[in-house]
């Protein structure tokens, strides 16, 4: 399939989820690599569908069973620079050492998850949404979910900087789904005591032009798990307690979106 059939698709199947109200883009601390912006440089995939359908659609009663969560651990270890100034936190492991823990515990209370990327190396976005989108062929896309763990840095200069805090962050064509899934995150992160970056006093996660989020069918939500490249929050993340904290984070939300 050509790259604009695809797409075409792609935003077809969208159609069939929810999306919200418009939301203002507010401009924060982003890491600046593709894998936040995805590999498409067109950004006017938006959808623009009136909004008619309301969260109480969603089918709580036996999806523990029947949802199918994939936990994708962002980039692998041939991205370069993804790590703290000391070089004690590396991303692409730490997100793995975090989605390991989230996938065996979502296992232990019943629920089907499994990892997106079993593998070490890089593995492209394309090549992610290629098999998100594959089990949404397979099961229906509201029957499966997406959260895409990754460690948030102000800057890329290799330097310490103040920017701190655990932020969820949903695609600027996010379905309502997506953005309960990213509310729930967002909760149980204030439940377990971490610092919440909001984009308004009000709003709990953030919208960004998030390729991993905007070109996959399912609810998809992207977590910002503290800054790498703040002392605090590096230390934080290093201590038994912090690394579980941000696993509890993930497990909780997932648990309270899907009921
Ligand atoms: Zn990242």
Known sequence: MGLFSWLKKSKEEKKEEQPAPKTEYVSGFTTTTTEH???????????????????????????????RILIDNGHGADTMGKRSPDGRLLEYKYA???????????????????????????????ERVRRVNAACKKVGATNVLLVSVHCNAAGSDGKWHD???????????????????????????????????KPTPTQKWWQQNIGICRDTNCPAVLTENLFMDNKDDVAYLLTKEGKQAVVNVHVRGIMDYIG
């Open 37 to 67: 912006t995805g590999y498409i440089s067109n950004d006017s995939n938006s959808v623009s569908v009136s909004f008619s359908a309301s969260e109480s659609t969603i089918q709580t009663s036996s999806r523990k069973t029947s949802v």
């Open 96 to 126: 793995r050492e975090v989605a390991r823990a989230v996938v065996t515990q979502l296992k232990a209370h019943g629920y089907n998850a499994s990892l997106l990327v079993v593998e070490d190396n890089d593995v492209t976005i394309r």
């Open 163 to 197: 920017a701190r805090g655990w932020q969820a962050c949903v695609s600027l064509n996010a379905s309502v789904r997506s953005m309960k899934l990213a509310e729930c995150l967002a909760d149980a992160a204030l439940k377990y005591g971490l610092k919440l970056r």
